[in-house]
């Protein structure tokens, strides 16, 4: 069966934190990211030397592009590779293949010191805001620690602009000389949203940045990465499970099964006119907050397939009611089948 988490955002309009606000396409221009092929393998290694007997085939074939002002929504199952793709993007991670072009230059392969000045334009937000703050640290010093690495400031400068950023995201300027156990879940992961800004970047990556906080403050993190946007004119690739909150902050959404993409749209088409059944089913899965509303309900046979060995063919196939015997044995190609709604499935 499907597995997907309660939503945090059910029905945004009827969440009172969160604001309700028009989230319109930007104008297309340049793409922000481009990413091209997208592949990263895992080795797999066994016995006293080591010896390579496999690979887990996390991410493969991935691509997508983000423009400027855009959020892409990245969906999919635990263990689809969402997290893969965002630290590949990243180069936290390397990857086995493909491109990754930021601002229309490749930077898929630079050493560390030629990929340093794209490290200013690309951040990231990580899922647990307190694991990723180093606790010995300060809050204002974990802040200002990119200020110290890439710009040449004095302590001063440095701590004015770690004090405008907390502001910026909601905190107080005394708050600086905390230590992140002083401060709740939420103003965490502000802390986080705050050092990924200090740079002034162009893309951030959030790595399902709201999904271990309560509710009432998913939707105030939220409401501020959409204010940040629209003040900044920042891009994001926010990788989620949850489909309420995708669906309330991206103008696009991609989703993953086992590795690579099936689905690629704007966000009203996918919700509303789906094509690949597994996100028919990631769809009927999601609970209505209305019992007088009943609906079908499309569970999924079968268990997700390892992806140290992924089925041939289609991916999904194992587990797809409509499945043909060209499926199992034909990888589809994503092909757009309508007007910017991309397709992964042979009988669309």
Known sequence: MVETATPALATPKRETPAREMPIEAPALGAPVLEVRGLSKHFPVRKGILRRTVGHVYAVDGVSFTIGAGETLGLVGESGCGKTTVGRTVMRLIEPTAGTIHLDGHDVTRLGKGEFRPYRR?????????????????????????????????SRGERRERVAA???????????MDNFPHQFSGGQRQRIGVARALALNPKLIIGDEPVSALDVSIQAQVINLLMDLQRDMRLSYLFISHNLAVVEHISHRIAVMYLGRIVEYTDKITLF??????????????????DPAIKRIKRVVQ??????????????FHTRCPYAEARCKVEV???????????????LR
């Open 302 to 315: 079968g268990d997700v397939p390892s992806p140290l060995k992924p089925p041939p063919g289609c991916r």
């Open 121 to 153: 334009q690309l951040q990231i937000i990580f899922q647990d805001p307190f694991s990723s703050l180093n606790p010995r640290k300060r809050a204002g010093d974990i802040v200002g620690e990119p200020l110290k690495i890439h710009e040449a400031l």
């Open 165 to 175: 950023l907390f502001e910026r995201v909601g905190l107080r300027r005394a708050q």
């Open 332 to 346: 589809p190609a994503l092909r757009e089948v309508e007007q910017g709604h991309h397709v992964a499935c042979h």
């Open 272 to 289: 509303t006119r789906p094509l690949h059944p597994y996100t028919e089913a990631l769809l009927a899965a999601v609970p209505v907050p």
